[in-house]
């Protein structure tokens, strides 16, 4: 029984850890809503982050999985694309494939947590 306890306890942290690891995003209509201002960049190198959209939120990370939820209660950050890239918090480019988005910047990073 001992046993039992202790792996629920496990996997209860396991739970824990994985969600506080994860990025779920929802975009606000107002800057002021926003806990990071966002500009997406027309390439690659000019980006802080490389940004893949996951199709479910256990894929999201904050190394640029994004997962985009209904609700803005859902999410851990709320961003707000600027129409400039001089108004951002944080410039990010999207790529096409999971294995290609990462941190250009990670001096950025804590923006994320």
Wanted: overall charge negative.
């Amino acid at each position: 029984m001992k046993k039992l306890i202790n792996l629920f306890g496990a996997l209860t942290l396991l739970f824990i850890a994985q969600g506080a690891f994860a990025q779920t995003v929802y975009e606000v209509s107002y800057e002021s809503q926003a806990d990071i201002k966002v500009y997406v960049v027309d390439y690659e190198s000019q980006a802080d982050l490389k940004v893949y959209k996951v199709d479910y939120e256990s894929q999201a990370d904050e190394d640029g999985l994004w997962y985009y939820v209904d609700y803005e209660s859902q999410a851990d950050k709320t961003v707000y694309f600027v129409d400039y890239e001089s108004q951002a918090d944080l410039k990010i480019y999207y790529v096409d494939y999971e294995s290609q988005a990462g941190w250009n910047n990670s001096g950025k990073r804590h923006l994320l947590h």
